[in-house]
């Protein structure tokens, strides 16, 4: 029947329309916050189950008779190889369905995959078992972001977005700490079991209480178009400079952050001679803190700085990013536990400042309908670059510096990081040199379509 035949079904595009009439703005009032609150419980549990590993590394690679190299296909390439294939389809089915139904989804599958790493007796168990990790977590920063945006005006975003990045630190953090203690008291085995336990009662959370807002409310303009392909939406943003060069300058950060996640407990444990329940208080304790003022640091001057200037959160980035250099060279070869951890605060939060902008940037530079799929787009590009490449780095050179070097090969791989994680800053000025004209294409684009 055709669509505007009287008694005839309406079109899809018709039915979301009617419902972005129906549905007020969720911009308002308390109930976004929080959905945010629940959004960032579920990030810290993504951080938490992703992280278990290693700080449980020492034990696995002892018990499971594993290498170096081994351990670092396990922390990174494993994981992040479904979690990419999995990250851009998964993304572009919440665009098309519900955000909320996928996360909860994905939050049952991932929490139930930790707790079979707690199972694995071998490396191939555990590879199984962290390709489900990795497909399950695929789901949730893509919905979450693309969510935050649609409950969040733009002025408002950057802020929203840094309490969101709160997940990766906090996450990290407790589960270094709280998992330490599980590991001291009843084994690695037990600290797996657990962690996947706890994502199941806020997968549940998520299915009944996070309501599925209209795509592009918070703007005023809600995009109840068709949603564009999976192609089209992978080639509009090939197609802007700005996505381009600011994935490059991510990238470089993200290779520092996982090699620095992944194989910082087992410095400390090393290096220091630290038991695994004091070296996971020391690093979670100084990671969780350090990384969320810098991440709240860095969203709530990013909304200021754009209500300036647009170029202004990468030019912050830029700036951060290669402030943080000596410090991460102090961190990596200091002969005391105490400066090491204390040079470590400050090259932590340095390098966690661009976050929030990097995420509000790409929520910007794309149609609301086209959100979810962006931010995967970007999660697996960075997770190929930061988790399949940053955590192999540091095990290969281990395993071949270790003879003639000893215990100091680890400090090399972590001065290769953040000479990587330094170069960055280059690439952020180069994106804010086209980010002006990319954003108000995507503006007139917007108008063109509310005309």
């Avoid at 499971?64 to 190889?81: D, Y």
């Avoid at 090491?340 to 400050?346: D, G, I, L």
């Avoid at 939060?349 to 990097?358: D, G």
């Amino acid at each position: 029947l055709s669509p505007d035949r009287p008694g005839s079904p309406p079109s899809p595009a018709a039915s979301r329309a009617a419902e972005a009439t129906a549905v007020p703005s969720p911009a308002g009032g308390k109930y976004p916050v929080y959905v945010l609150g629940v959004l960032l419980l579920a990030y810290i549990l993504n951080f938490v189950d992703r992280q278990m590993l290693a700080l449980a590394a020492v034990d696995v690679r002892d018990e499971l008779g594993l290498s170096n190299t081994e351990m670092g296909i396990l922390l990174g390439p494993v994981f992040v190889l479904f979690y990419t294939i999995a990250g851009v389809p998964l993304a572009r089915l919440a665009d098309a369905t519900s955000r909320t139904a996928v996360l909860g989804l994905g939050l049952t599958l991932w929490s139930a995959m930790t707790a079979a790493c707690g199972a694995a007796g071998s490396f191939l168990q555990l590879s199984l078992a962290r390709f489900g990790v990795g497909i399950g977590e695929a789901t949730g920063t893509p919905t979450s972001h693309s969510l935050i945006s649609d409950y969040f005006p733009p002025e408002r975003r950057s802020t929203a977005l840094g309490v969101y990045g709160w997940g990766i630190f906090v996450g990290t953090g407790f589960g270094f700490i709280v998992g330490g203690m599980l590991l001291e008291s009843w084994g690695w085995r037990s600290a797996f079991y657990l962690a996947g336990l706890a994502g199941l009662p806020v997968a549940l959370l998520i299915f009944l209480t996070v309501r599925e807002p209209t795509a592009g409310v918070s703007e005023g303009q809600a995009d109840t178009g068709e949603g564009v392909s999976l192609v089209g939406t992978l080639r509009t943003l090939a197609g802007i400079p700005s996505f381009r060069t600011l994935m490059i300058a991510a990238s470089c950060q993200a290779f520092l952050g996982y090699t620095i996640l992944s194989w910082g407990v087992t410095f400390l444990r090393e290096a220091f001679d630290l038991s695994g329940a004091e070296a996971g208080l020391r690093f979670g304790l100084f990671a969780s803190i350090a990384g969320a003022i810098g991440v709240t640091l860095g969203g709530t001057l990013a909304d200021r700085l754009t209500a300036r200037d647009p170029r202004g959160p990468m030019t912050m980035s830029a700036i951060s990013s290669a402030a943080a250099l000596p410090f991460g060279l102090a961190f990596a070869w200091a002969g005391d536990v105490d400066f090491s951890m204390w040079a470590f605060a400050p090259f932590y939060l340095l390098n966690s400042m661009y976050v929030s902008s990097l995420w509000t940037v790409v929520q910007n530079l794309v149609r609301p309908r086209m959100r979810a799929t962006a931010s995967a787009t970007q999660l697996g590009i960075l997770n190929i670059a930061g988790l399949g490449f940053g955590p192999l780095m540091a095990g290969i050179v281990i395993d071949v510096l270790e003879p003639s070097w000893g215990g100091d090969a680890l400090r090399v791989a972590f001065t290769i990081a953040a000479v990587v994680g330094a170069s960055a800053a280059f690439f952020f000025l180069r994106c804010a040199r086209t980010l002006r004209a990319d954003l108000a294409r995507v503006a007139a684009e917007a108008a063109q379509r509310g005309g």
